[in-house]
């Protein structure tokens, strides 16, 4: 777009930032903020009301600029070559890399394109996995997934405890099963495998992960509708649910399994059971019982199940 004096406004855009990264200067002009994961874009555009793109691939050009934020503390190495090979194919006409860290990683970084520049390489991963008495199942991830690349043991500890419990003994009806914090899909796709007749929702907050469920439901030949959400469910699918399976990360004196929890106690019909996957069942069960009147703990390959059953 043209400015007031009829100068041209250098359209930029900016990837890596989240809200705190962010100052005033950083914004002027025509500038587009793209991010992975709708919470940090919900974080930007309270914060700064800036225009954001939230995606699992860089939107088209053309950009006059692209601004790169990375670094080790910032995101993985896999994650930084598959967002700098995006922005190499998008042909800005000026780029800048804003790396956080030590000159040797940023030198490290652009080693590792400097003699091919134009190749053009997949990240994405396949690895198996499968629970007792179900198939063994084959699936996708892309950076920015969480346990890219390997199975998370406390999503299959999860998985074979919910299996379990739920058995493969058909039913009157379909059970429908809410899977908040997904990925992939591991914990989801895995039950489903071994339980027969269950209907599947799953939720996640970032955009490659959405892809990537989405891409397993299609491979796996197992129906389940992905939603890309931050705060759970849409309040329309309340009390909708059978089984709540949640794997949060625990990283943020558990708010997040906070809002895991207060989901499944909206979303679960009355009598449907919540089951939690934690490292230490001490640090999880009173957030739970917050939200539930009692708590039953499955130990399971290290980690803990925390199972609770919504009131009828």
Known sequence: GSGPWGTMLMKTMLV????????????????????????????????WGAKCV??????????????????????????????????????????ELDFVGRERDRNDLLAKIKDDPDRVRSFAATWPASVPGG???????????????????????????????????????????????????????????AVPGIALTMVDSHTRAVEAARLNSANLGIPADVVLSDDGTPPE?????????????????????????????????PGGVCYMVCKNADGLRPVQLRHFAEVQVVNRRGYAVLKSQKGK
Request: glycine share 10%; aromatic share 10%.
């Open 54 to 95: 939230c995606s699992p691939h860089l939107p088209e050009g053309p950009w006059d600029r692209v601004r790169f934020r990375t670094g080790p503390k910032v995101m993985s190495g896999e994650l930084s070559l598959d967002l700098l090979q995006e922005i190499h194919l998008l042909k800005p006409a000026k780029f």
């Open 237 to 269: 699918l309340d009390g909708s649910f059978d089984v709540f399976v949640g794997n949060p990360p625990y990283y943020s004196e558990y708010r997040i399994a906070d809002v895991f929890l207060a989901t499944a106690a909206r979303a679960l019909k």
């Open 135 to 193: 198939p063994r199942l084959t699936f996708t991830s892309f950076p920015g997934c969480f346990c890219h690349r390997r199975l998370d043991e406390g999503g299959l500890a999860l998985a074979e405890v919910v299996s379990r419990e739920l058995g493969p003994a058909p039913r009157a009806r379909r059970l429908t099963l809410l899977d908040m914090g997904a990925g992939c899909g591991l914990v989801g796709f895995l039950v489903a495998s």
């Open 16 to 47: 890596g930032y989240r809200a705190g990264d962010l100052d005033a200067k950083a914004l002027e002009g025509d500038v587009v903020c793209h991010v992975l994961d709708v919470y940090d874009r919900h974080a930007i555009e309270k914060a």
